[in-house]
């Protein structure tokens, strides 16, 4: 794996025990020589995760709407920051990079990201894989939202299994390594086969 896209906050969050996990996923990526491409900040976890990748001497490419560059203070030290038009060619560029997706803790827009991946990869548009780096439990409510879906009968398990889930970066890191994507989600009932 030669980049991995990171999602997460402009934001610290309420515990520096989140600052502390995006530096722990951009120190683990740096050492694997793994590039960080992310929303281009310098700011929040998007800045830390940014900095402790650049401090261990890895690279690290940032994507940031013009909207959003003043706003969110892009990083001006990364390997190489891309300017893009809009939110959505922002996300087409990460995606366009990525050989996996992490999300860190963040806020809706995070959470967006994120899914829209999981649905993409359902659908068989991409077969990297993608998950959670759950610091201190943040995302316990979405995978039991997840696992409610499954027992409604709205996601099969199959496809909740894609979505990799670990609180430590090198274990979610090394599931990375071994992800296997199931079958293209197909619509056909098994009764019309």
Not at 116 to 122: G, M, N, S
Request: charged share 20%; aromatic share 10%.
């Amino acid at each position: 794996m030669k980049r991995i896209t990171v999602f997460c906050g402009s934001s610290y969050g309420a515990s520096p025990v989140y600052q502390e996990g995006a530096k722990a996923l951009g120190k683990a990526l740096a050492q694997r020589g793994i590039t960080l491409v992310y929303g281009g900040a310098s700011v929040g976890l998007m800045g830390a995760v940014a900095d402790a990748v650049l401090e261990e001497g890895g690279e690290v490419i940032g994507i940031i709407p013009k909207m959003l560059e003043d706003r969110e203070i892009s990083h001006q030290h990364v390997t190489e920051l891309v300017v893009v038009d809009s939110m959505h060619e922002r996300k087409a560029k990460m995606a366009e990079l990525a050989d996996g997706f992490i999300a860190l803790p963040g806020g809706p827009g995070t959470l967006e990201e994120f899914v829209e991946i999981f649905t993409w990869a359902q659908l068989g548009l991409h077969q990297k894989p993608f998950g959670l780096l759950n610091i201190n439990q943040y995302y316990d409510p979405i995978v039991a939202f997840f696992n409610q879906m499954i027992e409604e009968q709205f996601l099969q398990e199959k496809y909740r299994m894609m979505a990799v889930v670990d609180s430590s970066p090198d274990v979610l890191l090394d599931k990375f390594d071994t992800y296997e994507p199931p079958a293209v989600k197909t619509f056909i009932r098994e009764d019309q086969t």
